[in-house]
């Protein structure tokens, strides 16, 4: 489980074990190493020849004379400064600060290590089954056809309606009001009725 919280990143990285803390001596390869092995970065052990990156003494090359593990830095041979008294004393550096130049693959065990490193990681690069069968697949698709183009519809104009302006209801014209059949009954029925006057 990788831990979020600083304090117990700091609590894993200072209280790790032997075999954990080799991992952090990690540094990087140069280009030709890179393409020779096939890996990008290796921990830097005593009797590589690395070429320091940063700060005062940076593009000094050199070889790995001591590496401590407990203060997690690495010492150079010709990476010094000089006491008031006139001794010289080592400068220690950052592993991630130095750029592997030279392997030093003496031991046979560091040999089989890169590269099974190599091999790893050209397998991790190396496309998955899944992946290729997907590739092959979108290059087998036929290429969509496409429609000519055709010419943009233009807008109709709106039909005017047909009622002139006569037709309109106006202050002038009085309203035509629709009479119900009720109101038809009652004004037959007046028109019916004789009326009571004598003549």
Do not use: C
């Not at 954990?20 to 890996?39: E, M, V």
């Not at 790995?64 to 008031?84: M, P, S």
């Not at 089954?129 to 590739?135: F, H, N, Q, S, W």
């Not at 007046?190 to 009571?196: D, I, L, M, R, V």
């Amino acid at each position: 489980m990788q831990a979020t919280k600083p304090r117990t990143q700091r609590k894993r990285l200072f209280q790790a074990p032997a075999h954990r803390r080799h991992k952090h001596f990690s540094a990087p390869l140069s280009p030709d190493l890179k393409d020779k092995h096939g890996t990008n970065s290796i921990p830097v052990r005593v009797g590589d020849t690395v070429r320091v990156l940063r700060g005062d003494r940076k593009g000094f090359e050199g070889k790995v004379t001591q590496v401590n593990r407990k203060k997690y830095r690495i010492f150079v041979d010709g990476v010094a400064r000089e006491k008031v008294d006139g001794t010289s004393i080592p400068i220690p550096i950052h592993p991630s600060k130095v750029m592997i130049v030279t392997l030093n693959l003496d031991d046979k065990w560091r040999r089989e290590a890169v590269k099974r490193k190599g091999r790893v990681q050209a397998e991790e690069r190396r496309p998955t089954a899944e992946a290729l069968a997907e590739e092959e697949a979108a290059n087998e698709k036929p290429e969509i056809e496409r429609k000519p183009a055709t010419k943009k519809a233009v807008a109709k104009p709106r039909k005017k309606s047909r009622r002139k302006a006569s037709d309109k209801p106006s202050s002038e014209q009085p309203k035509k009001t629709r009479k119900t059949a009720k109101a038809k009954r009652r004004t037959a029925k007046k028109k019916a009725e004789p009326t009571g006057e004598a003549t």
